[in-house]
Nanobody, 127 residues
Framework: QGRLLESGGGLVQPGGSLRLSCAAS????????LGWFRQAPGKEREFVAA????????WYLESVTGRFTISKDNAKNTVYLQMNSLEPEDTAIYYC????????????????????WGQGTQVTVSS
């Protein structure tokens, strides 16, 4: 079945940066769309970013566009989320997940199309 393991979360001041990693084992990421989602306390899980199987296409939540960058290292079977200019509103648990859905925007941004999830990593943006 495999496993997804997120890392890189932590406490950072507003305006700071973090890089999250999602390392896959037992599952080749070139076969899947890989998405990053986040869930803040009392809120629903929301789409943040995704990358296509061959990394030719990326998708972003509008509020993170220009601040976050998703990338993939196929040799390491790992996907990254570089987060810059972090804001307190970015505070959440961040999850990575895989999907075999069609690579259309509506499908990629729909949390219901992802069926394999990591355990999450906490990101806290606070002064």
């Amino acid at each position: 079945q495999g496993r997804l393991l997120e890392s890189g979360g932590g406490l950072v001041q507003p305006g700071g940066s973090l890089r999250l990693s999602c390392a896959a084992s037992g599952r080749t990421l070139t076969n899947y769309i890989l998405g990053w989602f986040r869930q803040a306390p009392g809120k629903e899980r929301e789409f943040v970013a995704a990358i296509s199987r061959r990394a030719a296409t990326t998708w972003y939540l509008e509020s993170v566009t220009g601040r976050f960058t998703i990338s993939k290292d196929n040799a390491k079977n790992t996907v990254y989320l570089q987060m810059n200019s972090l804001e307190p509103e970015d505070t959440a648990i961040y999850y990575c997940a895989t999907s075999d859905t069609l690579a259309t925007t509506n499908r990629v941004m729909n949390v219901r199309n992802y069926d394999f999830w990591g355990q999450g990593t906490q990101v806290t943006v606070s002064s």
